[in-house]
């Protein structure tokens, strides 16, 4: 049980150690002098929004304040580790609020063991879950280095539920997983919010996952995010290109720019020439350009699911147009792309001509305009594009 005597008296020796008056105190902590003398008075405590931040100025652990003496020096703690458990349990009831969803499906929320989502679907005669696990590579550096923080979270959801929606699926339960070397609670809740909007976005929930610190593991500053997700599809209803024939039509759908793939070939530009970053393209910066989020395209193919039209679909990723295609079309088939009908958008133009890549590598690493392949019958193509027309710009190929 806490002591707001001993509380107090702590963070006065403290205060006073440092050679600080309440009002300097008050001035760093961004309060008023008044909430400082009550502490020191054990009127009250320190709420734990601003524990953290008293924590660091006194030069102490926020669990030190909690129990009102300092920890033996020559004893080892989680919090001398890098771990505060006091400020992490405080993380934990911010990221509550993100989690809070309306889908029935979802029996529990932030605080179990494990998450709970019920898999009961009657209006399906067999079932079949699709997993997958998706990180945003080396863009996420980037995203952190430019202040694109809740950004690459949309890219990372984004890019899982597209590579899901190719078989059909319909996304349903997302868990993420955030590794730092200091957990940065602004940073984090930034996060976790991104994550959860991208996730309602694709009409999926944000039903759990985990944070975790590694101070002597990962540099402080530095964050690695990773999510997995299950979606639901009927048996009968999985899109794996088993269905595609001779004769039938590939359109491809544009992207918004590089998605999340090739960065590391971009990074090694900007490392070559720092001068590109605030070159102009199409009116945005060269980081505005390369820095937009992975294009979604659940919402503009979902409503095709299970008609029977779509005989296989590609997400178009590391590898580019060929070396994601492929994976579906059968043995013996072969598509014939005509190049000179893809919009490739000018960020690749630039890219290409800036580091004097050539043709075969832009299109073995990049999307260059192309986000999504859609496999249909010839005589399907024109209602299939005037539906996705109503979401993105379709290009036939």
């Not at 593991?217 to 979606?231: C, F, H, K, N, R």
Request: aromatic share 6%.
């Amino acid at each position: 049980m806490l002591n707001s005597m001993k509380v107090g008296n702590f963070i006065m020796e403290k205060r006073k150690a440092l050679g600080l008056i309440q009002q300097q105190l008050a001035d760093q902590l961004n309060i008023s002098f008044q909430a400082i003398s009550k502490w020191e008075n054990g009127i009250t405590y320190p709420n734990i929004e601003i524990l953290r931040d008293l924590a660091i100025v006194l030069g102490v652990s926020a669990d030190e304040i909690l129990a009102g003496s300092e920890r033996d020096a020559e004893g080892l703690s989680y919090s001398k580790a890098g771990i505060d458990i006091t400020y992490t349990d405080s993380m934990k009831k911010e990221m509550s609020k993100y989690l809070e969803t309306n889908d029935k499906r979802v029996l529990n929320g932030l605080g179990p063991f494990a998450s709970l989502y019920d898999i009961h679907f009657p209006e399906m005669k067999h079932p079949v879950l699709v997993l997958k696990s998706e990180e945003p590579g080396s863009k996420q550096k980037l995203a952190m280095e430019y202040g694109y923080t809740e950004s690459i979270c949309h890219d990372m959801i984004h890019h899982l539920v597209n590579d899901i929606a190719v078989m059909g699926a319909k996304p349903l339960a997302v868990l993420d997983t955030i590794v730092c070397g200091n957990a940065e609670k602004d940073t984090i809740k930034t996060l976790v919010k991104g994550i959860s909007e991208a996730c309602k976005e694709n009409e999926c929930a944000l039903v759990g996952g985990e944070t975790s610190i590694q101070p002597l593991v990962v540099e402080a500053g530095v964050y690695v995010l990773t999510s997995s997700i299950a979606g639901i599809v009927e048996k009968s209803n999985i899109i794996d290109g088993s269905a595609i024939e001779e004769g039938d039509s590939v359109l491809a759908i544009a992207s918004n720019g590089l998605h999340t793939n090739g960065y590391s070939l971009v990074r090694l530009l900007m490392e070559k020439f720092p001068q590109i970053k605030l070159d102009k393209i199409d009116g945005l910066t060269f980081i505005e350009q390369i820095m937009k989020p992975h294009t979604p395209y659940y919402k503009s193919i979902k409503g095709l699911f299970g008609s029977g039209i779509i005989h296989g679909m590609a997400h178009i990723t590391g590898g580019g147009i060929e070396g994601n295609l492929c994976r579906v079309i059968p043995d013996g088939f072969s598509a014939r792309i005509d190049l000179s009908k893809v919009k490739v958008l000018n960020i690749f133009k630039y890219i290409r001509n800036s580091g004097n890549v050539s043709d075969e590598e832009m299109l073995r690493t990049f999307n260059c305009g192309v986000g999504f392949n859609v496999v249909v019958p010839q005589k399907d193509k024109a209602a299939v594009m005037k539906h996705i027309q109503h979401f993105h710009e379709p290009l036939l190929c």
